[in-house]
T-cell receptor
Framework: DGGITQSPKYLFRKEGQNVTLSCEQN?????MYWYRQDPGQGLRLIYY???????QKGDIAEGYSVSREKKESFPLTVTSAQKNPTAFYLC????????????FGPGTRLTVL | GENVEQHPSTLSVQEGDSAVIKCTYS??????FPWYKQELGKRPQLIID?????GEKKDQRIAVTLNKTAKHFSLHITETQPEDSAVYFC?????????FGTGTSLTVIP
């Protein structure tokens, strides 16, 4: 399934806490993405990064933050400012040249208690 | 930005019948149209994709058609099998971003 991993698989958070979701890839891909998946709403883009030390907001970036200090890693922090963070979070990566195909990680299910 | 609409949201077919899922998009600059299959609790996986310079692409029982003028594209699954049951997502984009449809839950009845 492509060498992209996410951890943890399940995460529980109390209201008011920040949590960080991990995403690592060993595919040598330049671009990495974070999506949020809610029932009936498909995948919505939170943030993406085309290159190390650079990232852009997607459609629903409010309440989230990211960093891209290494090519292999693109962690997502869900802050207390995100009012409805319970969702399934998917990380993806792709090569910038040639193929457009995105490879997805297995996802992290975040639940706010 | 791009707006992708997908229909139907649910689809039930008898085993062996065909299934068709349709998507429309709004941005004429989109040039890449993938389809993903997602089984319950698992990651989306690419099943077929098409670029804007091609009108149709087939891979065994799966085909995708693209009408650039009308800005719509469709997934066709023939001779459906129970293992085809899943949620299918279309997407449109090119360059840096991709926009996904809301998904179609396909159930194949044995």
């Amino acid at each position: 399934d492509g060498g992209i991993t996410q951890s943890p698989k399940y995460l529980f958070r109390k209201e008011g806490q920040n949590v960080t979701l991990s995403c690592e890839q060993n595919l040598n891909h330049d671009a990495m993405y974070w999506y949020r998946q809610d029932p009936g709403q498909g995948l919505r883009l939170i943030y993406y990064s085309q290159i190390v030390n650079d990232f852009q907001k997607g459609d629903i970036a409010e309440g989230y933050s990211v960093s891209r200090e290494k090519k292999e890693s693109f962690p997502l922090t869900v802050t207390s400012a995100q009012k409805n963070p319970t969702a399934f979070y998917l990380c993806a990566s792709r090569s910038r040249g040639g193929r457009h195909e995105q490879f997805f990680g297995p996802g992290t299910r975040l639940t706010v208690l | 930005g791009e707006n992708v609409e997908q229909h139907p949201s649910t689809l039930s077919v008898q085993e062996g019948d065909s299934a068709v899922i349709k998507c429309t998009y709004s941005d004429s600059a989109s040039n890449y149209f993938p389809w993903y299959k997602q089984e319950l609790g698992k990651r989306p996986q690419l099943i077929i994709d098409i670029r804007s310079n091609v009108g149709e692409k087939k891979d065994q029982r799966i085909a995708v058609t693209l009408n650039k003028t009308a800005k719509h594209f469709s997934l066709h699954i023939t001779e459906t099998q129970p293992e085809d049951s899943a949620v299918y997502f279309c997407a449109a984009g090119g360059g840096n971003q991709f926009y996904f449809g809301t998904g179609t839950s396909l159930t194949v009845i044995p």
